[in-house]
């Protein structure tokens, strides 16, 4: 599980040719500045403190360094530099057959997602359940140890608080916050599936947000886009980079949001909208597994309607026979309405408004990360 630094632990000169009495050795990560906790035993069961002290002679006491890349950086007692070399290769030792022994919590580096047809913990990571990570006495609901140190580290610098949070508040560093026993929220991957950033890094390709531009005027929430192609209600807008809420209505190329816009006035504004709050930061979540849609969202259609013919009958006043020599007594018209009478046509309702899959096709497991 890991290998002894420094095997001959010969005394450690300064550049003026002295012992370097009380100097000091930190550890780091590949060629970073992210501290690795190395151990008192082999099994790295015991951490030292970080960085670890020489003693009066200059001679560093045994070092367990797991099998990583790092980096190391040798202090004087008075802070000045005696040596610093990175990507330090310290791969596990040869099994007996002459290979490179590499166990199976070996092969990834901190912070990588698997997923296994699996539940339960497993050995070297943790479930990605929305749980807490920490130190040994930190309480933390999913994983407290102090090997946790790195991945601790790894989401404290890699994502914001709203996605992994840090109990208490983030404080100057996540090394000072982990050793302050804090605990930082792990994201959770329940009942989610992964997808790549929009831009990752590229142009961005619009296959899960729609870029536009708009013109917006501060202190309102209606914006007038150049395109509502792809917009839809509940969207994300994000104007010229900021957040600038959901979208509550659509007419033409006039798109109302929740919130009055904040930003300056003018045209030409960079718009993304998107079912994720930002389709371009990582760690974002989004989507549903069924919707029930609004009139706002029906498709535009017309109704087919059937008018059955019908007649109205009435009674006309008549004129009496004339005799001979006689006159004939003729009545006077009067108006005549005629009977109200339905027209028969009718425009029957239909649907429960159930909610409707939308679920691709899926199979289930467990989504680890790597510790």
Same mark, same amino acid.
């Not at 790195?150 to 996605?163: R, T, V």
């Not at 831009?199 to 886009?225: E, F, H, K, R």
């Not at 371009?280 to 017309?302: D, P």
């Not at 059955?308 to 026979?321: L, N, Q, V």
């Given at each position: 599980m890991?290998?002894?630094? *420094?095997?001959?632990?010969?005394?450690?000169?300064?550049?003026?040719?002295?012992?370097?009495?009380?100097?000091?050795? !930190?550890?780091?990560?590949?060629?970073?500045?992210?501290?690795?906790?190395?151990?008192?035993?082999?099994?790295?069961?015991?951490?030292?403190?970080?960085?670890?002290?020489?003693? =009066?002679?200059?001679?560093?006491?045994?070092? $367990? %360094?797991?099998?990583?890349?790092?980096?190391?950086?040798?202090?004087?007692?008075?802070?000045?530099?005696?040596?610093?070399?990175?990507?330090?290769?310290?791969?596990?030792?040869?099994?007996?057959?002459?290979g490179?022994?590499?166990?199976?919590?070996?092969?990834?580096?901190?912070?990588?997602? /698997?997923?296994?047809?699996?539940?339960?913990?497993?050995?070297?990571?943790?479930?990605?359940?929305?749980?807490?990570?920490?130190?040994? #006495?930190?309480? =933390?609901?999913?994983?407290?140890?102090? *090997? =946790?140190?790195?991945?601790?580290?790894?989401?404290?610098?890699?994502?914001?608080?709203?996605?992994a949070?840090?109990?208490?508040?983030r404080?100057? #560093?996540?090394?000072?916050?982990f050793?302050?026993?804090?605990?930082?929220?792990?994201?959770?991957?329940?009942? $989610?599936?992964?997808?790549g950033?929009d831009?990752? +890094?590229?142009?961005?390709?619009?296959i899960?947000?729609?870029?536009?531009?708009?013109? =917006?005027?501060?202190?309102?929430?209606? /914006?007038? %886009?150049?395109?509502?192609? &792809? /917009?839809?209600?509940?969207? !994300?807008?994000?104007?010229?980079?900021?957040?600038?809420?959901?979208?509550?209505?659509?007419?033409?190329?006039? %798109?109302?949001?929740?919130? *009055? $816009?904040?930003?300056?006035? &003018?045209?030409?504004?960079? #718009?993304?909208?998107?079912?994720?709050?930002?389709?371009?930061? /990582? +760690?974002? *979540? +989004?989507?549903?597994?069924?919707?029930?849609?609004?009139? +706002?969202?029906?498709?535009?259609?017309?109704?087919?309607?059937?008018?059955?013919?019908?007649?109205?009958?009435?009674?006309?006043?008549?004129?009496?026979?004339?005799?001979?020599?006689?006159?004939?007594? %003729?009545?006077?018209?009067?108006?005549?309405? #005629?009977?109200?009478?339905?027209?028969?046509?009718?425009?029957?309702?239909?649907?429960?408004?159930?909610?409707?899959?939308?679920?691709?096709?899926?199979?289930?497991?467990?989504?680890?990360?790597?510790?």
């Amino acid at each position: 599980m890991s290998n002894l630094w *420094n095997i001959v632990p010969a005394p450690i000169i300064t550049p003026n040719g002295n012992v370097a009495a009380g100097a000091s050795i !930190y550890f780091y990560t590949d060629n970073s500045t992210t501290p690795l906790i190395v151990y008192q035993d082999a099994a790295l069961t015991i951490p030292h403190a970080w960085p670890v002290s020489a003693s =009066a002679v200059g001679v560093f006491p045994p070092i $367990y %360094v797991p099998y990583v890349t790092y980096r190391r950086r040798i202090q004087a007692a008075d802070g000045s530099l005696i040596s610093d070399a990175g990507d330090i290769d310290n791969p596990a030792p040869p099994s007996g057959g002459g290979g490179v022994v590499v166990t199976a919590d070996q092969i990834f580096q901190t912070g990588d997602p /698997i997923w296994r047809l699996r539940v339960g913990q497993m050995l070297g990571f943790v479930r990605m359940n929305g749980l807490t990570l920490g130190s040994l #006495t930190s309480g =933390a609901t999913e994983y407290a140890a102090a *090997n =946790a140190v790195n991945l601790f580290e790894y989401l404290w610098n890699n994502l914001p608080d709203s996605i992994a949070a840090v109990s208490t508040g983030r404080g100057a #560093t996540a090394a000072a916050d982990f050793a302050a026993n804090k605990t930082i929220v792990i994201p959770t991957m329940q009942g $989610y599936l992964a997808a790549g950033l929009d831009d990752m +890094g590229s142009t961005a390709a619009n296959i899960i947000q729609t870029s536009t531009t708009c013109s =917006a005027t501060n202190g309102l929430p209606t /914006i007038t %886009v150049a395109s509502a192609t &792809g /917009i839809g209600l509940g969207m !994300y807008a994000i104007i010229s980079g900021v957040a600038a809420g959901q979208v509550t209505n659509i007419t033409g190329l006039t %798109v109302t949001l929740d919130t *009055n $816009y904040a930003g300056a006035t &003018g045209a030409g504004k960079a #718009t993304r909208f998107s079912w994720f709050a930002n389709a371009q930061q /990582i +760690g974002q *979540n +989004g989507g549903h597994a069924f919707a029930i849609q609004s009139v +706002g969202e029906l498709a535009a259609h017309t109704h087919t309607v059937t008018d059955p013919t019908h007649a109205h009958s009435y009674s006309a006043a008549a004129a009496t026979t004339a005799q001979a020599g006689v006159n004939a007594n %003729v009545a006077t018209p009067s108006a005549i309405n #005629t009977g109200s009478s339905a027209t028969g046509i009718s425009i029957d309702s239909n649907g429960f408004g159930a909610p409707s899959l939308i679920v691709q096709p899926t199979r289930l497991g467990t989504w680890y990360c790597k510790l």
